[in-house]
């Protein structure tokens, strides 16, 4: 779940590009009933989101899919400023999911990303209430994407092999 700091990103047609969110990345996971919400450090971030946590719950059992916890600024950026202080703001908070690991108990880790991302926006995501969103895959070449999220004054780019 760590991302690797690159100067360049990498091109080609073997990698997506997707924004950097300034969030908590974060497992969403629904078994036997229950549903969890996980940092990559295995912290449990129920507690902290339970307005996130009640909107997962409408996962499907034993569904894990990996995401980013995010608050949006006035103008729609998100601000990790704002999602640390947001029950003070009132702030509605977003869980942007990006990847699905498994479904309804079948593990997905060995299909394409392409495969992954297209079960969790056609089987998973469909489902799920407003707060719950799908992180767009951005079609433009690494230095469009570069360019634009700079312009935007977003936090930076993912880049994964397809």
Known sequence: MQCLPVAKLPEGTNWQYEVKFDGYRALGIKSGGCVRLMSRNENDLAARFPILVQALAKLPDETIIDGEVVALDETGRPSFNILQNYRRAGTPLQFYAFDVL????????????????????????????????????????????????????????IAKRR
């Open 102 to 157: 498994t479904l309804a108990g079948r593990s997905l880790q060995n299909e394409p990303l392409e495969e992954r991302r297209k079960v969790l926006r056609t089987k998973i995501l469909p489902r799920m209430p407003d707060s719950v969103l799908f992180s767009e895959t951005l079609e433009a070449t690494a230095s469009e994407v570069t360019a634009a999220v700079k312009a935007q004054g977003l936090e930076g780019v």
